[in-house]
């Protein structure tokens, strides 16, 4: 539980003890200085228990504590015979509650009522089965007391462990996110050592040869080395363009479906959210930039879902319609107030636009969570091959 929020409430149910035990002090007509002194005594022993000892209450010293409260309660209420000294005793039903066990707490709410009828049986002196009205109806509202405490104990349980599963979530996102980038300079890398690195190796071989040659003045031997060299390192720009190019136009790996379901496989075990996918089995081979497209969107919106919307589910289905490409992610996440593209949304936007596609991210109504939905035309796709 939030510790301010519990502070709050703390204020609040003493407050109401203060209250009450004035209001009992003055309406009853059984006023006495030891009654005075009982409440009196009970005021400090809770301020003293809540901000003197700071005693979290479920704990044994905790129970001693509300045990010997509910002591002085049934004391008072013997003294009293005031309603307003039932108080005590609900408000002694709720803290027990919301700290203890729902057995024990039933059993604890039994032995308030059971404090109330043997009090108010000794102070007014009520032979058994005689004015039964007394009685009865109140045990409706001591059990109303118990009922109302231990909803809100499971209220504020649901909230504690929905709050530490957006924790989790919200690490896993940036772990996710942290490794998508690594991933990104991994093959930046890899990309740039298979190209850059070999040309200039072959063209550092070959200038090498041609200095040796000429130190011994094999002059025809350099010309054809630099020749060489020329050619490789013109060979090396060509290579150097072709990567930057599937640098912009490819996603790591050259297999498009295996890719999808390793990138869904690998986010339901780094994140433990469930997803679900349908993908066609008809869809035909893709050009780089469609896969691209597909590819990057099914990441952002798994990030987006994860990071923003707290999602525990996704459904993701790919699929051939006619003469288009159909993408869906739904999420059963926390949907915005207002969509609002940020940088992530920016870039994908883009990319479909670059394809001819449509982009829609729309709210899940009646249910949660948001649906991103792209529709590419097909005909991008023949135009892509062509090229």
Same mark, same amino acid.
């Given at each position: 539980?939030?510790?301010?929020?519990?502070?709050?409430?703390?204020?609040?149910?003493?407050?109401?003890?203060?209250?009450?035990?004035?209001?009992?002090? @003055?309406?009853?007509?059984?006023?006495?200085?030891?009654?005075?002194?009982?409440?009196?005594?009970?005021?400090?022993? %809770?301020?003293?228990?809540?901000?003197?000892?700071?005693?979290?209450?479920?704990?044994?010293?905790?129970?001693?504590?509300?045990?010997?409260?509910?002591?002085?309660?049934?004391?008072?209420?013997?003294?009293?015979?005031?309603?307003?000294?039932?108080?005590? @005793?609900?408000?002694?039903?709720?803290?027990?509650?919301?700290?203890?066990?729902?057995?024990?707490?039933?059993?604890?709410?039994?032995?308030?009522?059971?404090?109330?009828?043997?009090?108010?049986? %000794?102070?007014?002196?009520?032979?058994?089965?005689?004015?039964?009205?007394?009685?009865?109806?109140?045990?409706?509202?001591?059990?109303?007391?118990?009922?109302?405490?231990?909803?809100?104990?499971?209220?504020?349980? /649901?909230?504690?462990?929905?709050?530490?599963?957006?924790?989790?979530?919200?690490?896993?996102?940036?772990?996710?996110?942290?490794?998508?980038?690594?991933?990104?300079? !991994?093959?930046?890398?890899?990309?740039?050592?298979?190209?850059?690195?070999?040309?200039?190796?072959?063209?550092?071989?070959?200038?090498? !040869?041609?200095?040796?040659?000429?130190?011994?003045?094999?002059?025809? @031997?350099?010309?054809?080395?630099?020749?060489?060299?020329?050619?490789?390192? @013109?060979?090396?720009?060509?290579?150097?363009?072709?990567?930057?190019?599937?640098?912009?136009?490819?996603?790591?790996?050259?297999?498009?479906?295996?890719?999808?379901?390793?990138?869904?496989?690998?986010?339901?075990?780094?994140?433990? %959210?469930?997803?679900?996918?349908?993908?066609?089995?008809?869809?035909?081979?893709?050009?780089?930039?469609?896969?691209?497209?597909?590819?990057?969107?099914? /990441?952002?919106?798994? !990030?987006?879902?994860?990071?923003?919307?707290?999602?525990?589910?996704?459904?993701?289905?790919?699929?051939?319609?006619?003469?288009?490409? /159909?993408?869906?992610?739904?999420?059963?996440?926390?949907?915005?107030? /207002?969509?609002?593209?940020?940088?992530?949304?920016?870039?994908?936007?883009?990319?479909?636009?670059?394809?001819?596609?449509?982009?829609?991210?729309?709210?899940?109504?009646?249910?949660?969570?948001?649906?991103?939905?792209?529709?590419?035309?097909?005909?991008?796709?023949?135009?892509?091959?062509?090229?």
């Amino acid at each position: 539980m939030d510790a301010q929020f519990y502070k709050k409430i703390n204020l609040i149910l003493n407050m109401i003890v203060v209250v009450a035990t004035i209001t009992l002090l @003055l309406h009853t007509t059984a006023f006495s200085l030891g009654l005075c002194l009982l409440a009196c005594a009970y005021i400090a022993v %809770v301020l003293i228990r809540d901000y003197v000892f700071r005693i979290d209450l479920r704990y044994w010293a905790g129970t001693l504590f509300l045990f010997f409260q509910l002591a002085l309660a049934f004391v008072i209420s013997i003294l009293s015979a005031d309603f307003f000294a039932q108080v005590y @005793l609900l408000i002694l039903i709720g803290e027990f509650t919301f700290h203890h066990s729902r057995n024990h707490s039933i059993f604890f709410t039994m032995l308030c009522y059971a404090c109330f009828v043997l009090s108010l049986w %000794v102070s007014r002196q009520i032979p058994p089965y005689d004015n039964i009205y007394d009685f009865m109806p109140r045990v409706i509202e001591y059990f109303a007391i118990f009922g109302i405490s231990l909803l809100a104990k499971i209220a504020f349980q /649901q909230k504690d462990q929905l709050a530490r599963d957006n924790e989790q979530l919200r690490i896993a996102s940036l772990e996710l996110e942290r490794k998508a980038k690594l991933q990104e300079r !991994t093959r930046i890398a890899r990309e740039i050592h298979d190209s850059v690195g070999h040309t200039l190796t072959s063209a550092l071989a070959g200038l090498q !040869t041609a200095a040796h040659a000429i130190r011994r003045n094999h002059y025809p @031997l350099a010309q054809e080395m630099i020749d060489r060299t020329k050619a490789s390192i @013109l060979s090396g720009l060509d290579d150097v363009r072709s990567s930057v190019h599937l640098l912009r136009e490819n996603i790591p790996g050259h297999l498009f479906i295996p890719d999808l379901t390793a990138l869904i496989d690998e986010t339901q075990k780094k994140t433990g %959210v469930k997803i679900t996918y349908e993908i066609d089995a008809s869809m035909p081979e893709l050009p780089p930039m469609i896969e691209l497209t597909i590819y990057r969107a099914l /990441q952002e919106g798994l !990030t987006n879902g994860l990071r923003h919307g707290a999602s525990s589910k996704f459904h993701f289905k790919l699929s051939l319609r006619g003469s288009r490409i /159909q993408f869906s992610l739904s999420d059963n996440g926390k949907a915005p107030l /207002q969509i609002v593209y940020g940088f992530g949304l920016n870039a994908m936007e883009e990319r479909v636009t670059d394809v001819n596609g449509e982009l829609s991210i729309s709210k899940n109504r009646p249910a949660s969570g948001v649906t991103l939905e792209i529709t590419i035309p097909l005909q991008t796709i023949t135009t892509g091959r062509r090229e």
